[in-house]
Nanobody
Framework: QVQLIESGGGLVQAGGSLRLSCAAS????????MGWFRQAPGKEREFVAS????????YYADSVKGRFSISRDNARNTVYLQMISLKPEDTAVYYCAGRRSTATARGIGEYDYWGQGTQVTVSS
C-alpha cells in the first residue's frame, strides 16, 4: 500500500511563500506521476499541479501558473509544491496525490493514492 504524508502547511501573509512536501512510501515512486489538489471551505476539490514520474513534464492550473512550482526528488520519494506570491484565495487544504501511471493528469478520478492534507492559510 502506498502512503502519502504532506507537510509544510501553515499560516502566511499575502505575498508570502510556502513550500509543501509530500513523502511517499512504497517502491514504485519512480513509476508514479504525482499531483497536488486543494479544497477550500465550501468549494469542490480542485486540481493544482501535476508532475510526470521522471519530472519530464509538469502541468498547472491556470489559477496558480507562474506562482506555484511542482518538483520531485525520486531518490527521496518526495514531491514538493513551492508556492510564492500567495493570495488569500489560495487558502485551502492541500492534498498530495499519486497515480499508477507515469503521465500527468488533472482529474481527481485519475489518481489512486491520497494524503491526508495539510492546511494552508493566507491572511490579507
Amino acid at each position: 500500500q502506498v502512503q502519502l504524508i504532506e507537510s509544510g502547511g501553515g499560516l502566511v501573509q499575502a505575498g508570502g511563500s510556502l513550500r509543501l512536501s509530500c513523502a511517499a512510501s512504497g517502491r514504485t515512486f519512480e513509476s508514479n506521476a504525482m499531483g497536488w489538489f486543494r479544497q477550500a471551505p465550501g468549494k469542490e476539490r480542485e486540481f493544482v499541479a501535476s508532475i510526470s514520474a521522471r519530472s519530464y513534464l509538469t502541468y498547472y492550473a491556470d489559477s496558480v501558473k507562474g506562482r506555484f512550482s511542482i518538483s520531485r526528488d525520486n531518490a527521496r520519494n518526495t514531491v514538493y509544491l513551492q508556492m510564492i506570491s500567495l493570495k488569500p484565495e489560495d487558502t485551502a487544504v492541500y492534498y498530495c496525490a499519486g497515480r499508477r501511471s507515469t503521465a500527468t493528469a488533472r482529474g481527481i478520478g485519475e489518481y489512486d493514492y491520497w494524503g491526508q492534507g495539510t492546511q494552508v492559510t493566507v491572511s490579507s
